[in-house]
């Protein structure tokens, strides 16, 4: 298959022009020749690349391009060297970010619900219009500690931040991966017993202390490696191609 035949493929599945979005979501770069392995990642960055290349990899699928608005209207320094590596070892290079934000089935958000076992699953978070997460209902009522202990196991990352302001019990939970943390007040508005995210600030603290929310942040890589690992699998059943995951197991 080519790059273009593949993207073809993704951009049907993503419904890439149904978001309106800072990423310049598609087929960021072509290569030359044929593709017969993929390598899935949360980030287009050198390191990526090189692994993939390692890998035997022609194409990577990346949660994070390196096309945002008019980010490449210079390409110098590290555009250069993202463009150069990624040239150099003839690598298509294919970006998806809200609409794998979003997407019902495979997107980082629906697959953190389905991994936390959420039930009675509806879209959440409004963004520039856009309903990018899914809040839902626990199978049975946790504690705080219950609850984190949970997501530690679905998500994996030890620096979980944890703002237990909201009920002692939880039973409905908000989700939005990684930079969302004002998703708090919507979580709130909607009545919903905690907010899981993957970055925190000071807004997003000052929210959930006065709103009286449950709110926890466990990583912004953390909760955005779902659904590049789930669009690679959907890819490779879907076609021939070898397809892998290059986890990088980052902290933040």
């Not at 493929?9 to 990423?23: G, H, I, M, P």
Request: aromatic fraction near 8%.
């Amino acid at each position: 298959m080519t790059c273009h035949e593949i993207a073809a493929r993704l951009d049907a599945e993503l419904s890439l022009n149904a978001y309106k979005d800072v990423s310049n979501n598609g087929l960021q770069l072509e290569n030359q020749g044929p593709i017969n392995r993929v390598a899935t990642a949360v980030d287009a960055s050198i390191e990526t690349f090189e692994a993939a290349a390692a890998q035997g990899a022609q194409m990577v699928i990346v949660h994070h391009g390196f096309s945002w608005g008019n980010s490449l209207a210079r390409i110098t320094g590290l555009n250069y060297q993202l463009l150069a590596c990624a040239m150099r070892l003839n690598l298509a290079v294919y970006g998806a970010h809200l609409p794998l934000d979003a997407h019902q089935e495979l997107g980082n958000n629906a697959q953190i619900a389905k991994a936390l076992n959420l039930q009675h699953l509806t879209r959440f978070l409004d963004y520039h219009g856009q309903k990018i997460g899914f809040s839902g209902t626990l199978p049975e009522p946790l504690s705080r500690d219950a609850f984190v202990a949970q997501i530690n196991r679905v998500v994996r990352n030890p620096r979980l931040e944890r703002l237990d302001f909201g009920p002692e019990v939880i039973r409905t939970v908000g989700i939005c991966s990684g930079g969302a943390p004002e998703g708090v007040e919507q979580a709130a508005a909607e009545g919903l017993d905690a907010y899981l995210c993957g970055e925190m600030n000071l807004v997003a603290y000052n929210l959930a202390r006065q709103l009286k929310v449950n709110a926890y942040f466990a990583g912004h890589y953390a909760t955005e490696r779902f659904g590049v690992r789930a669009l690679g699998e959907w890819l490779a059943g879907q076609t021939d191609l070898d397809v892998t995951f290059i986890d990088f197991d980052l902290p933040y």
